[in-house]
């Protein structure tokens, strides 16, 4: 038997999409044990039993053999790992290679066949798209439960953007007929890299990034245009604080307005003046997060060098007056706090003060001794807690991650789109200064190009944190994918 589920992800919820893999599962007579995820009532419930989506890959054409080999070294890392999942979803056009992943993985992998949409009685390579593949998401990026996935409203665009991917990639005539387009889903646009504070550890704060223009309006807006067909959530933001950039309530409007269905801001807060708070509501950004470490002037300085908690304090609360009498319920408004040895002593009260000043949700992140390089790393040191369940390292001497911690499948490369504000491509938010280039976006705007994701320099990548992991030095001072403690919201206090 095949089971399709309509997964809760939001990739695989589209009507559209469903109903091509039934019709055809019953042109082939096969019996499908169909769960509707909308007839579902609790949700969360649903998404915590069953499987969302981890990232997928789509590869127009033939399958070539080291994409294969990509993927079973994927699905081992996967079920090594993350014993506790529930299954794998892939959906996959070449069955020869469906078969050869069952026998490999038992039950753990749920096959689906997928055709062209254009042609429903195509199953073979190379003239269908080759690979969806979903994993759960439960267990690898539980900051995401926080994201699309438990907001029901934003479904609905997901299928929408479904369509639109299988649309455009059919409609093109030019898409590569060898090799493998894996299109990412998500992306970091660094919009601004100048701040006006100077946090310790941040290497834009400590002088250890390079500085770099901010992006103009013509760029921004060619990258939106370029990844919207694909990517359903954005990060306007890397290293630098966004609401410096004059543009920002105009770059956000811009990519809502484009079918991004999931944007977010991270901001120090000192610029959440009425006016701006005013825009960012009015241009229906989703997710606003205020870092805010301490609850008086003496302890929040200790890392927040030049900010001013107060200002903050009063910020966040002034903008939830505003959500409020605008009747807004977006952004969803999140303070996070680093547990450092200057925080972890009242974080339970940060808390509580957070979600009395307006805050919807509150998140305690480890901090990161390495956010600044080798280098700063002994700097970093002085700041880890001393209670140790709120650290992500069991030994501060040569900085040990624990195990639960310790480098596992890296997904970024294959799903994030990491743009730095000279419009590098990077991959992922650890390479700062651009040490690992996997190409330029500029370059490809600029000359009309389509081939900005799925680069050769991001397959050689790929392959070597796939093959040598220990031999990128970034990703070993990296705790994969497992960047916060703990995420509370209202109904939890
Ligand atoms: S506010 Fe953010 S970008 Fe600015 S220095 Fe601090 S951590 Fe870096
Ligand atoms: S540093 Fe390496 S392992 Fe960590 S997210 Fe980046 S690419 Fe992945």
Not at 407 to 418: G, H, I, M
Request: aromatic share 10%.
């Amino acid at each position: 038997m095949i089971i399709v589920e309509n997964q809760s992800s939001p990739l695989i919820s589209g009507k559209y999409l469903i109903d091509e893999v039934k019709s055809t599962l019953k042109k082939m007579n096969k019996k499908i044990n169909f769960v509707n995820n909308n007839s579902v009532k609790n949700k969360k419930k649903y998404l915590d039993t069953h499987s969302a989506s981890l990232f997928w890959l789509i590869s127009i054409g033939f399958l070539e053999n080291k994409l294969k080999t990509n993927i079973i070294c994927i699905l081992k890392k996967l079920s090594s790992s993350y014993k506790n999942y529930n299954k794998i979803c892939l959906t996959v056009s070449d069955i020869k290679f469906a078969e050869e992943i069952k026998s490999l993985f038992a039950n753990k992998i749920v096959i689906t066949l997928l055709t062209d949409p254009r042609n429903p009685n195509i199953l073979k390579p190379p003239l269908i798209p080759g690979i969806l593949f979903i994993g759960t998401s439960k267990y690898i990026e539980q900051e995401e439960h926080s994201g699309a996935a438990y907001l029901p409203e934003k479904e609905s665009l997901a299928g929408k953007r479904i369509a639109k991917i299988f649309s455009r990639l059919y409609d093109k005539k030019d898409i590569p007929l060898f090799g493998v387009i894996g299109l990412p889903q998500k992306a970091m646009i660094e919009i601004n890299r100048s701040c006006n504070l100077k946090c310790a550890l941040c290497p834009v704060g400590n002088s250890q990034a390079k500085k770099l223009p901010q992006m103009n309006t013509f760029l921004f807006k060619s990258i939106i245009d370029t990844i919207a067909p694909y990517v359903w959530k954005v990060k306007l933001y890397n290293y630098g604080e966004p609401l410096l950039h004059e543009n920002l309530p105009n770059f956000i409007k811009y990519t809502k307005d484009s079918g991004i269905e999931f944007l977010e801001i991270s901001t120090n807060g000192i610029l959440l003046n009425k006016d701006l708070g005013e825009k960012l509501i009015d241009t229906h950004l989703d997710y606003l997060r205020i870092s805010i470490d301490g609850i008086n002037q003496e302890t929040y300085a200790k890392y927040r060098h030049g900010g001013f908690v107060d200002i903050v304090w009063e910020n966040l609360q002034k903008f939830r007056k505003l959500r409020d009498s605008m009747g807004q319920k977006f952004p969803i408004i999140e303070v996070q706090c680093l547990a450092t040895c200057y925080t972890e002593n009242i974080i339970d009260e940060l808390k509580i003060k957070a979600i009395n000043a307006g805050s919807d949700r509150f998140r305690v992140k480890t901090f990161n001794a390495y956010m600044s390089g080798e280098n700063k790393s002994k700097e970093g040191k002085c700041f880890l807690p001393k209670n140790k369940s709120l650290s992500r390292y069991k030994d501060y001497s040569n900085l040990k991650y624990k195990n639960k911690f310790k480098l596992q499948t890296c997904k970024w490369p294959f799903e994030r789109l990491v743009i730095l504000s000279d419009c590098t491509i990077v991959p992922c938010c650890y390479d700062f200064n651009g040490q690992y280039v996997l190409g330029s976006i500029y370059d490809k705007i600029e000359n009309n190009q389509n081939d900005w994701w799925w680069t050769n320099e991001r397959q050689k990548f790929i392959n070597r944190i796939n093959e040598s992991p220990n031999s990128v030095k970034m990703c070993t001072r990296c705790p994969v994918g497992v960047p916060c403690l703990a995420v509370n919201n209202n109904k939890n206090l």
